[in-house]
């Protein structure tokens, strides 16, 4: 006679309904083979953790019409811009507001059912909506990373995008507008992203992943480059070997270099970028930290005081200093 199988608990499950079903007594909630997400929201300690886990959690006792958005729904189609600590980003009907709940952030709103798929007894946000609900939510350099992100991972097109951000005239509909102008998925990196709006914010526009010309071969690719006043800005997120050969290619041809390493602040970019963009009339060998050494050519003018010891010039501060390597809100 065949043994039956015993009961399998399921990864992310209901407390009320497991015990119900006789898969797990109360106590056993209480012991270490559980993890508790949510009230009565219940994972097995093996699961692994993961943001789709906690939106897993979140569509157990969320109303069928509820739609997750944002950076969750993003890391749901396939772009990590949430971790499994973060909180799930919802949109729920006025019919049925949740009351503030750790670990969610919850947002009123009415959603077509075009903009959103079914997924696990809720919805899913379409790549246009979930990306005009990241536009509209400051700050505005992390916004436009995970914009940046989710239009290089091919989740959708800046023209659709465009289309969408335009026909709407709901809460934070201007700054999302704002957002959209300042979107380029050339960028590499979510440093790369934030670094160039808070560059615009401030008067200063450079072209994502320049390519540096010598004559007509070429130099090498910067993460952003002015290539009027011949200023690069090369972002390294791991530093290797090679790297310095190429910040001296760059300035042997006559380009000056703005090197923004792990540890580099923001305002720290954006002072050394405001200033070698206004001293164009001479080239300085720019290198320090690791990278540290004696020029590999002689500059075209030799300042008596090394630019990274001078005050930099005042210029507009109008955007923010903090610098966040995540690409959410």
Do not use: K
Not at 190 to 215: I, K
Not at 299 to 315: E, F
């Amino acid at each position: 006679m065949p043994m039956t199988p015993m009961p399998t608990t399921p990864a992310v499950f209901r407390g009320t309904e497991a015990v119900a079903d006789g898969l797990v007594n109360a106590s056993d909630l209480r012991g270490p083979r559980f993890v508790r997400l949510f009230r009565n929201v219940y994972a097995t300690r093996w699961a692994p953790r993961t943001h789709e886990l906690r939106c897993r959690a979140v569509a157990l006792f969320a109303h069928p019409a509820s739609v997750i958005t944002g950076a969750s729904a993003a890391t749901l189609r396939g772009v990590p811009l949430a971790g499994p600590d973060d909180p799930v980003d919802l949109l729920v009907p006025s019919t049925n507001r949740l009351c503030p709940v750790d670990g969610l952030t919850v947002r009123v709103a009415r959603v077509a059912q075009a903009d959103s798929t079914p997924w696990h007894d809720i919805r899913l946000a379409s790549p246009q909506r979930l990306l005009h609900d990241l536009l509209r939510t400051p700050p505005l350099p992390q916004a436009v990373s995970a914009a940046d992100a989710c239009l290089r991972a091919g989740l959708t097109t800046l023209d659709e995008l465009r289309r969408f951000v335009s026909s709407r005239h709901d809460h934070g509909c201007t700054r999302a507008r704002r957002a959209l102008d300042l979107i380029d998925p050339r960028a590499a990196s979510p440093r790369e992203s934030e670094l160039r709006v808070l560059l615009n914010l401030e008067g200063l526009h450079p072209t994502p992943r320049m390519v540096v010309r010598d004559g007509e071969r070429p130099v090498a690719t910067v993460a952003l480059g002015f290539e009027q006043e011949r200023v690069a800005v090369v972002v390294i997120d791991e530093p290797g070997p090679e790297d310095r050969h190429h910040l001296n290619l760059l300035t042997m041809a006559g380009w000056q270099v703005v090197l923004v390493l792990p540890d580099t602040t923001a305002a720290d970019a954006l002072a050394r970028t405001h200033y070698a963009v206004r001293r164009t009339d001479h080239v300085e060998h720019v290198t320090w930290g690791r990278f540290a050494g004696p020029p590999t050519h002689t500059p075209r003018t030799q300042d008596p005081i090394s630019p990274l010891a001078q005050p930099v010039p005042s210029g507009p501060r109008t955007a923010s200093r903090r610098w966040s390597s995540r690409t959410r809100r």
